[in-house]
């Protein structure tokens, strides 16, 4: 009765996929109709997250918080990535930040902070200066050398063609930082992992600007933590949201069963511990190799101490 019952949630999951990509392709007479789903879909879809279950801490025998850094370069990750270029793919298709970034935008998300503690939100206000970044160019700034500061002061005395906008996009976007939970759940005898929040990585806008100095283009740009998310928060808007699945474009998986299932690949960066939650990189300096046994074998650590409760 058990394996029946899984069964039918094994199939009834593959055809809530199946009904979500490009509803209507087959049967749309002009571009517009193609993404409108028919009454009878609307009705049937259940496109809400598969809710967490209620876990008591009674019944957590170990826990370890990891943090993790997924790097955008992999090809396992690519999903998470692209697409940059929104010109040339369909509505429905958007990169992971992205998603965050227009929901912030609308304000559907809203639990935004400035580090993974939570200790202190972060508005769309704050953003601004990380996103876009206005400054002259060099040419502007010999023509007007007697007006610059009045233009840093606020009044515009350059033309717009003297002035430059940068702005941070998903293409410039190196990868993500997670925060995670790991525990054994003793009622199920089953180690289990739990997402907590998330993080896009990239250059601020100021960085990404041209240079006047052609010096200041040997000097190391270092990607910045933009912002931390709450991730239950987000799982509604998460589940909204297709990555594209390269074996079978009819059946896309969302960013919520991604991230949830761990269909990416992440190095662990750093784990709880007395000395104040330092990184791996604080204290296995200039080693990039020890660095990565260092994550592997706190990876490893977790993973024994399941297989170890089966010992006698």
Not at 252 to 279: A, H, M
Request: aromatic share 14%; charged share 30%; glycine share 4%.
């Amino acid at each position: 009765m058990k394996f029946k019952a899984f069964l039918l949630v094994v199939i009834g999951i593959a055809s809530s996929f199946a009904t979500n990509a490009q509803s209507n392709l087959l049967n749309a007479k002009t571009p517009d109709e193609i993404g409108k789903k028919t009454p009878a879909q609307l009705i049937s879809d259940n496109d809400k997250p598969l809710p967490y279950g209620y876990v008591h801490d009674r019944d957590v025998l170990m826990g370890k918080t990891v943090w993790e850094f997924i790097d955008l370069d992999e090809r396992i990750n690519f999903p998470l990535y692209f697409p940059i270029d929104t010109n040339f793919v369909g509505k429905e298709r958007r990169s992971l930040f992205q998603v965050l970034l227009n929901n912030i935008k609308s304000g559907k998300i809203t639990e935004v902070y400035v580090d993974d503690y939570f200790n202190t939100k972060k508005t769309l206000k704050d953003l601004e200066t990380v996103f876009k970044y206005t400054d002259t160019i060099a040419a502007g700034r010999e023509e007007y050398k007697n007006f610059y500061e009045d233009y840093n002061s606020g009044k515009k005395v350059l033309s717009d063609e003297y002035i430059n906008v940068t702005y941070l996009t998903a293409k410039d976007v190196t990868g993500y930082k997670i925060k995670g939970f790991w525990y054994f759940d003793k009622r199920q005898s089953e180690l289990k992992y739990r997402l907590l929040a998330i993080c896009p990585m990239a250059l601020e806008a100021k960085d990404l600007s041209p240079k006047s100095d052609p010096s200041a283009s040997n000097v190391e740009l270092i990607p910045i933590e933009l912002f931390w998310v709450y991730f239950p928060s987000i799982r509604d808007v998460l589940q909204e949201a297709k990555a594209f699945n390269d074996k079978n474009s009819a059946m896309p998986i969302t960013f919520d069963q991604l991230l949830n299932s761990r269909r990416f690949n992440g190095v662990i960066y750093k784990e709880e511990n007395v000395y104040g939650d330092r990184e791996i990189q604080d204290y296995m300096k200039d080693n990039a190799q020890m660095q990565l046994l260092e994550s592997e074998r706190v990876k490893d650590k977790i993973r024994s101490f399941e297989s170890d409760m089966w010992n006698y």
